[in-house]
């Protein structure tokens, strides 16, 4: 089955960084779009980053030149480097990917930005 296992998260300054990891399974990974997404406290979930199974990237305005995804095919993983962290970034980010046009979501992992 498929699974989306996120870690990384955790609680840092401001100003600081965090690399989020999200290890899949249960899917051809190489040939799947990933992406991630945060909910903040109140908020409604919100896209963030995406990548193409070809590399290609997106990025919300918001965290655009501060954040980076990237995959890693031979590990089936997928990251989100954060980089210049703001406390308005603090939420559980997901991971997600569509097969056959159904959505999966991992459990989400916590960042906490500090001010």
């Known amino acids: 089955q498929v699974q989306l296992v996120e870690s990384g998260g955790g609680l840092v300054q401001a100003g600081g960084s965090l690399r989020l990891s999200c290890a899949a399974s249960?899917?051809?990974?190489?040939?799947?779009?990933m992406g991630w997404y945060r909910q903040a406290p109140g908020k409604q979930r919100e896209w963030v980053a995406s990548i193409t199974s070809g590399g290609s990237t997106l990025y919300v305005d918001s965290v655009k030149g501060r954040f980076t995804i990237s995959r890693d095919n031979a590990k089936n993983t997928v990251y989100l480097q954060m980089n210049s962290l703001k406390p308005e970034d603090t939420a559980v980010y997901y991971c997600?990917?569509?097969?056959?046009?159904?959505?999966?979501w991992g459990q989400g992992t916590q960042v906490t930005v500090s001010s």
């Open positions: 997600t990917t569509a097969i056959r046009g159904r959505n999966y």
């Open positions: 249960g899917f051809i990974f190489r040939l799947n779009a």
